[in-house]
Nanobody, 118 residues
Framework: QVQLVESGGGLVQPGGSLRLSCAASGIIFSRYSMSWFRQAPGQQRELVAIITSGGRTNYADSVKGRFTISRDNANNTVYLQMNNLKPEDTAVYYC????????????WGQGTQVTVSS
């Protein structure tokens, strides 16, 4: 079974922190670039952060200095540590994987809701 399963979303106050996890199965995880996207109501889905199979990272300007993407290849998991959260961060967060090596494949997770509110 090929799938990505996100977890860790929830309700948090502005200035708070949250860590999202995305567990992959059915793929050779180390060959994949892994990304986090988010989509707020009425908005287009946007790239938040990416970590390549080689460990390079990049971030959207809106989250630089606040969010950190990381991966644990031994556990087939990618994380998004979110600090100093703002109401504008409220969205459904999606995990996405695309193969850098071997057969070209890609897949999306089901999404996890993050709500930042007082």
């Amino acid at each position: 079974q090929v799938q990505l399963v996100e977890s860790g979303g929830g309700l948090v106050q502005p200035g708070g922190s949250l860590r999202l996890s995305c567990a992959a199965s059915g793929i050779i995880f180390s060959r994949y670039s892994m990304s986090w996207f988010r989509q707020a109501p009425g908005q287009q889905r946007e790239l938040v952060a990416i970590i390549t199979s080689g460990g390079r990272t990049n971030y959207a300007d809106s989250v630089k200095g606040r969010f950190t993407i990381s991966r644990d290849n031994a556990n087939n998991t990618v994380y998004l540590q979110m600090n100093n959260l703002k109401p504008e961060d409220t969205a459904v967060y999606y995990c996405y994987g695309n193969a850098d090596l071997g057969p070209r494949r890609s897949m999306w997770g089901q999404g996890t809701q993050v709500t930042v509110s007082s």
